[in-house]
């Protein structure tokens, strides 16, 4: 059977304002008289299209698959494969969902109406078709065909610019996180890369815990605040080098509840003075999953599991996850960092501190996934410590 009967109809109409969308079309039909009379009719008027015709809808579907068709106009009732089924083919394929496709049928079949409409066919034109009605279907379909194309091409580009600013926000975002946490490292002992190594560690640890790659990533960001409470602790008292009163300890265990609070509360005067309207539903709302995120380990990173921790005495798996994991963390670079009060302990000496705290001070499977992640631990570690660490730790067996 012959798959493409004539060559391609090409000649163009000057100054023709009813056919002014060129395209590329493919008819279909195994009758080949049909496909005969619908080349004459084309010819006939000059028509600015690029024309296929095809006797074989197998042969037709490998066509349109290959090269780039706007539109096919297709019989029903063929052998091998229907109009029916290659409309659907092409709906259902990635690269030809978008090409239009008129469905022809010498049936007077209102429910054959509605399934051709259903399945996505552009429009249906009944047998015989008169030039003009076939001249007018074709250029319309063209032309919404042209529309639809020029629509989704300036959404790709809204998509695009907007996925681009969405990642410029977050990277400034995250870049005021981190300066954020680096001012509240300041206020404390000066620690080198505290923050970033609490919030690797972190991670390290929820990804030992199998816990969803959102959660990992909004814990890395998260975690470097978990200090930032300690903005409102008068510096004399966090960088005092012997021990410190009661009355100090009280006062900087107080460095939870104001991180707390920090991340809490909402600014409806400084919206309002943005020129924003701002709701009651709005300041009541629910902060995005980066703040809640922070809020809670400001609010629980000192929390034990045995409910003696601070500040609310909260116990097992009544603290939150994040809070559980980030304790680990933080406790662990506190024991590896110098401090005004204390020397760097040696890995060795930090991991069995950690040890004897599971299952009192920490939850006994962040403990054992953070063993379990030495090699990544000591790696972030040694990356990472303070620039007068020059000699390797020992590590301790896991």
Known sequence: ??????????????????????????????????????????????????????????????????????????????????GLELLRRLRDNPTTRNVAVLIMTGLEDDALERQVLEFGATDLLCKPVRTDLLIARISSSLKLKQAHDQLRQQNERLERMVTERTRQLEDSRTEIVLRLA???????????????????????????????????????????????????????????????????????????????????????????????????????????????????????????????????GLAGEAIPLTGRIVAVADVFDALTSPRPYKPAFSLDRSVAIIREGDGTQFDPQVVRAFLDSMDEIEEVYLQLRMPDSNSKPEMAAT
Request: glycine residues 6%; hydrophobic residues 40%.
């Open 1 to 82: 059977m012959v798959s493409t009967l004539f060559n391609p109809v090409k000649t163009l109409i000057p100054n023709s304002a009813s056919l002014q969308c060129a395209g590329r079309i493919v008819f279909v039909d195994d009758d080949l008289d049909i496909l005969k009379a619908m080349e004459r009719m084309l010819r006939s008027r000059q028509v600015p299209w690029n024309v296929k015709y095809f006797s074989s809808s197998v042969e037709a579907w490998g066509f349109v698959q290959r090269n780039c068709v706007d539109l096919v106009i297709s019989d029903v009732s063929m052998p091998h494969m229907n």
């Open 182 to 312: 680096k001012a509240a490292e300041l206020q404390d002992e000066e620690t080198g890369h505290h923050v970033l190594r609490v919030a690797c560690y972190s991670r390290i640890i929820a990804r030992a815990l199998c816990l969803p790659v959102d959660f990992q990533e909004s814990l890395f960001l998260a975690a470097p605040l978990h200090d930032l409470g300690k903005l409102g602790i008068p510096a004399a008292i966090l960088k005092k080098p012997g021990s410190l009163t009661d009355e100090e300890r009280s006062i900087v265990q107080g460095h939870c509840k104001i991180g707390e609070r920090l991340l809490s509360e909402q600014c409806p005067l400084f919206e309002h003075w943005l020129g924003r309207n701002v709701t009651a539903a709005r300041v009541k709302s629910e902060p995005d999953v980066l703040l809640r995120t922070a809020r809670e380990i400001a609010a629980t990173h000192h929390e034990w599991w045995n409910g003696r921790g601070y500040p609310r």
